[in-house]
């Protein structure tokens, strides 16, 4: 049986990489604070980093995808995931973001 994800969540890429794809949270922001997407980046995963140290993983990770599921892992390399977040997660995210550049 496959694990049913709780709506609503986000996707939020755990790349090892220099490529971030798109995603919904840091379009969001770049819009919001007309910030650089990869600033916008790397304020979500530090946001997203303290809220697992704080809640624990398995109340902020809901599941975890690659981010190209047709690309066989490389031998003992990490693969670039989507980390599918809750709803309060995103909120932590949301937060974050306001504190580090300001409420608009």
């Known amino acids: 049986m496959a694990h049913e ?3 609503p969540t986000y996707k939020i890429p755990n790349t090892v990489g220099q490529t ?6 840091r379009d969001e922001a770049t819009v919001r604070y ?3 997407a990869r600033a916008a980046h790397d304020t979500i995963t530090t946001a997203l980093e303290q809220a697992i140290a704080d809640l624990g ?6 599941d ?6 047709d690309r066989p892992e490389p031998h003992g390399e990490s693969v ?3 980390l599918i ?13 306001a504190k580090t550049y300001g409420a608009i």
């Open 5 to 7: 994800i709780p709506a």
């Open 85 to 97: 977040v809750t709803q309060e997660a995103a909120n932590l995210v949301r937060d974050a973001l």
């Open 64 to 69: 975890e995808r690659p981010v190209n599921p």
């Open 20 to 25: 971030i794809p798109g995603y919904a949270l």
């Open 80 to 82: 670039d995931t989507w």
């Open 34 to 36: 007309g910030i650089r």
């Open 57 to 62: 993983r398995e109340k902020v990770v809901v």
